[in-house]
């Protein structure tokens, strides 16, 4: 768990320091006081990316040259420190005093999930969000997933850019074998952890919508035949396309209520609470697990949702072995919420509130 954040030219904050409570922390302020960006710093430490924005320099203090967000991580084999810094279009992270290539080992040992208000758009939009919450569980389920991912993606970038190309079939031949070599195991374990999420995904929505929500899965090519049957039915499409239309990179989740698609006949707030479920249900298969505790981020939950549903939405967090780091204008914001240490932040400036 997150046991102490520092931050140095991130958004509004110039530099902070907050030492946070391993159940729960509340961040109060008022709006653009600097609580969103806390959480993005913290999103941002844990898994090398936004949830706001794609564009790295916006996250640079207006006027600074750089921006760093260091955390002391509490894990099962003692603390660590981890830390991430973006200077000149560059970003490099670290975690027990070593550089790490990529973000998997910052992420095995701090796992980080947000609530916000743009929550709805994983029900809402396409399959690229589902798809990345999705590979995010299996991740910290299947310890070998990420390897064979890493070499379907390089498979996949090759085989587009000869489509690009206009190479001859051959050519582009060449790199369907390395997708079909890792479209079984992907397909396998995203499976797999699907039939593990699904109880816990329909007891969460019988609490939070009245009735169980049906998990479903799709892989990304028709189930009747193999992958390499799927580029070979496709390949003339792929090549007028010039890109890989069937495979892993399109897999995704739908969710149904009773017959319907979830996202033709619910409401906006349905669509918070839908997609809600699915975070907490993957936090709570998690915590079945050997592993860190998942650190999971509430912005505002009182803004964007009415009593009723907020009231639900609390009584499952409650229930929900996680570490908690909420913002709220108001301390009324923070109240049914297990916080043991709160913070006060005006204009990017933190202070802890006795």
Known sequence: MLTTLEIENFRCIEAARLELDLQGTGILGANASGKTSLLEAIYFLGLGRSFRTTV?????????????????????????????????????????????????EVAEALPIQIIDPGVHRLV????????????????????????????????????????????????????????????????????????????????????????????????????????????????????????????????????????????????????????????????QVRATLPGEPTCLLLDDPAAELDGENLGKLLGVIRQTPAQLVVTSVSEAGLRGIPIGRVFHVEQGRFRAVE
């Open 124 to 283: 809402e939009e396409g399959s690229a969000r589902r798809r990345r919450l999705l590979d995010w569980g299996v991740f910290h389920v299947e310890h070998d997933f990420l390897g064979v991912w890493r070499r379907y993606q390089r498979g996949l970038k090759q085989r587009n850019a000869a489509l690009r190309a206009g190479a001859e079939a051959r050519l582009v031949g060449v790199w369907e074998q390395e997708l079909v070599d890792c479209a079984g195991r992907l397909d396998e374990a995203r499976r797999r952890y699907v039939e593990r999420l699904r109880p816990y995904f329909e007891e969460v929505t019988r609490a939070l919508l009245g009735a169980p929500a049906n998990l479903g899965y799709q892989r990304g090519w028709a189930g009747d035949e193999s992958l390499a049957e799927a580029l070979e039915r496709v390949r003339a499409r792929d090549d007028k396309l010039r890109t890989t239309t069937v495979g892993p990179h399109r897999a995704d989740l739908t969710f149904r209520l009773g017959s319907s698609l979830a996202r033709d006949r619910v409401s906006r707030g349905q669509q918070k609470m839908l997609a809600a479920a699915l975070i907490l249900a993957q936090i």
């Open 56 to 104: 790295r320099e916006k996250l640079v203090r207006e006027g600074a040259e750089y921006f760093r967000v260091v955390g002391r991580i509490r894990t099962q084999r003692g603390d660590v420190t981890a830390g991430i810094e973006y200077r000149d279009g560059t970003t490099r992270a670290r975690l027990a005093g070593q550089d790490v290539a990529g973000m998997s």
